[in-house]
């Protein structure tokens, strides 16, 4: 039997208990019987246990489901995505934009300079 298994019937255990546990109770409490100091402790010990115990599964449950998903995707729990910076990129890119803006600039300067430098003269 697998964990997810087991854990699934701990939880319906545990919850099963603390059911229990509450309908003692609750009999105590309607009744009254002579024994009824015994029986309101044991139910309440039974309602602790059993929501203990369900808890404590729940939290494993979930647990193992993530360290599941972390194994698909190759991944351990404390690891994370790495997501490639793409700022780095984008910087490089103006900068080619840029020069290149820089460069049609230039050339279009000088080309107006040397129009104006033959005007002149």
């Known amino acids: 039997m697998n964990n997810k298994r087991r854990n699934i019937i701990r939880i319906i255990l545990g919850g099963y ?3 229990l546990g509450a309908r003692i109770l609750l009999e105590v409490i309607q009744n009254k019987p002579s024994d009824g100091v015994i029986m309101g402790v044991l139910s309440v010990l039974f309602i602790a246990i059993g929501g ?3 808890i404590f599964s729940i939290r494993h449950l979930i ?3 993530k360290n599941e ?3 698909n995707t190759g991944l351990d729990q404390t690891q994370e995505l790495k ?3 793409v700022s780095e990129e984008r910087m490089k890119i103006q900068t080619r934009k840029g020069n290149e803006t ?3 600039a230039k050339e279009d300067g000088v080309a107006e300079k040397g129009k104006n430098n033959s005007e002149v003269m």
């Open 63 to 65: 647990k193992t489901s």
């Open 69 to 71: 998903n972390a194994g």
């Open 52 to 54: 203990t115990y369900a």
């Open 17 to 19: 208990l603390a059911f």
């Open 102 to 104: 820089n460069k049609t």
């Open 83 to 85: 997501i490639p910076d």
